[in-house]
């Protein structure tokens, strides 16, 4: 691909697929200039400023300076979708910036404004995430209520208006899940919700084989549980080869082996995924739950200089907000005595 670039200079999906390759390397910095490249070739695509925006995320340029890429990849949009447009990036860059309650305004906003809409995407997205922020600020009764009234809905609407089966299985998984971590549903209930979803996941992994063993990470949260599972996940070889290419399975792989009691061989995946270019923007609690994952292994495999860099980046960011993610109550004491040197 990057042979491809050179030779075609001006052909912007060679230099998009370039610029993806650097982003899944974890080459942030090149993916920013391949990005600006992009931009200068064709300054009306809307994808090109995106994907700056992601890039400069990524590096923890500012909320100011993302927020200005955004608006470029927002005013190319069509005017009917703007305003939707406008609410998904602005929530994402409150939570990059760590800003809870502005990013919980925002979904509580879509999640109203999405009460008919037809596709299940379109009405589960929204409600999924103001749950994952309510969880993170702590808000038992919003993430109680948002996900069981998601639920029942779900559940209510023929399964031919769902995108398919696998994603209303996955939905109602995420949804289950949330309602068992804050005691509003039984292991028995969550261990049913987990089957159907499996299953259909793996009726439907022609695209990932690893779906079904994915969906089943989650659930895996004490020891016993975690050995069990990676014990039965096939071709570990082949995991350690493909995660290296997919954030997901980096992220699951890495913290069902933190939850094994297996660290130091957690360490490699979770900072592959800490590294991926694409996460810090794109998902970011869950960029948060890796940078966490990856303190965790970390301090408990002995590399307490790793782990009190990464913290000490995490709480140089989150130092002076007002709402701190409950996550953070996961972090190894051990990290947070200062480390010989800080990289800022």
């Given at each position: 691909?990057?042979?491809?670039?050179?030779?075609?200079p001006?052909?912007?999906?060679?230099?998009?697929?370039y610029?993806?390759?650097?982003?899944?390397?974890?080459?942030?910095?090149?993916?920013?200039?391949?990005?600006?490249?992009?931009?200068?070739?064709?300054?009306?695509?809307?994808?090109?400023?995106l994907?700056?925006?992601?890039?400069?995320?990524?590096?923890?340029?500012?909320a100011?300076?993302?927020?200005?890429?955004?608006?470029?990849?927002?005013?190319?949009?069509?005017?009917?979708?703007?305003?939707?447009?406008?609410?998904?990036?602005?929530?994402?860059?409150?939570?990059?910036d760590?800003?809870?309650?502005?990013?919980?305004?925002?979904m509580?906003?879509?999640?109203?404004?999405?009460?008919?809409?037809?596709?299940?995407?379109?009405?589960?997205?929204?409600?999924?995430?103001?749950?994952?922020?309510?969880?993170?600020?702590?808000?038992?009764?919003?993430?109680?209520?948002?996900?069981?009234?998601?639920?029942?809905?779900?559940?209510?609407?023929?399964?031919?208006?769902?995108?398919?089966?696998?994603n209303?299985?996955?939905?109602?998984?995420?949804?289950?899940?949330?309602?068992?971590?804050?005691?509003?549903?039984?292991?028995?209930?969550?261990?049913?919700?987990?089957?159907?979803?499996?299953?259909?996941?793996?009726?439907?992994?022609?695209?990932?084989?690893?779906?079904?063993?994915?969906?089943?990470?989650?659930?895996?949260?004490?020891?016993?549980?975690?050995?069990?599972?990676?014990?039965?996940?096939?071709?570990?070889?082949?995991?350690?080869?493909?995660?290296?290419?997919?954030?997901?399975?980096?992220?699951?792989?890495?913290?069902l082996?933190?939850?094994?009691?297996?660290?130091?061989?957690?360490?490699?995946?979770?900072?592959?995924?800490?590294?991926?270019?694409?996460i810090?923007?794109?998902?970011?609690?869950?960029?948060?739950?890796?940078?966490?994952?990856?303190?965790?292994?970390?301090a408990?495999?002995?590399?307490?200089?790793?782990?009190?860099?990464?913290v000490?980046?995490?709480?140089?960011?989150?130092?002076?907000?007002?709402i701190?993610?409950?996550?953070?109550k996961?972090?190894p004491?051990?990290?947070?005595?200062?480390?010989?040197?800080?990289?800022?």
């Amino acid at each position: 691909m990057a042979k491809c670039a050179a030779v075609a200079p001006f052909a912007t999906s060679c230099v998009k697929e370039y610029g993806l390759s650097l982003a899944t390397a974890g080459r942030c910095e090149a993916w920013e200039q391949n990005a600006r490249r992009r931009t200068a070739l064709d300054p009306t695509n809307g994808g090109a400023w995106l994907d700056l925006a992601r890039a400069l995320a990524a590096q923890g340029v500012p909320a100011s300076a993302v927020g200005e890429s955004l608006e470029k990849k927002i005013a190319l949009e069509p005017a009917a979708t703007q305003a939707y447009t406008r609410e998904w990036l602005t929530a994402k860059l409150a939570l990059h910036d760590g800003d809870l309650k502005k990013a919980r305004a925002i979904m509580e906003a879509r999640v109203k404004a999405s009460e008919k809409d037809e596709d299940l995407e379109d009405y589960s997205a929204p409600r999924m995430m103001l749950v994952d922020i309510c969880e993170q600020i702590g808000d038992v009764a919003c993430v109680t209520k948002v996900a069981k009234e998601a639920r029942s809905h779900v559940a209510g609407r023929s399964t031919n208006s769902m995108t398919n089966r696998g994603n209303r299985h996955m939905v109602d998984l995420t949804l289950a899940r949330a309602l068992w971590k804050v005691g509003k549903l039984s292991a028995a209930d969550l261990a049913d919700v987990e089957r159907r979803a499996v299953e259909s996941m793996s009726e439907n992994s022609t695209l990932d084989p690893y779906a079904g063993w994915k969906a089943r990470v989650d659930g895996a949260t004490t020891r016993e549980a975690a050995q069990k599972l990676w014990q039965a996940w096939p071709n570990h070889v082949d995991v350690a080869e493909n995660a290296t290419r997919d954030v997901e399975l980096a992220m699951n792989v890495g913290t069902l082996l933190l939850n094994a009691g297996e660290p130091k061989a957690a360490v490699p995946y979770l900072r592959v995924a800490a590294q991926h270019c694409f996460i810090a923007f794109q998902s970011p609690l869950a960029a948060l739950r890796i940078q966490v994952h990856l303190a965790k292994a970390q301090a408990a495999s002995g590399e307490l200089e790793e782990a009190r860099r990464g913290v000490q980046k995490l709480m140089q960011r989150w130092r002076n907000k007002p709402i701190q993610p409950t996550i953070f109550k996961e972090l190894p004491k051990a990290a947070f005595v200062p480390p010989k040197s800080i990289e800022i």
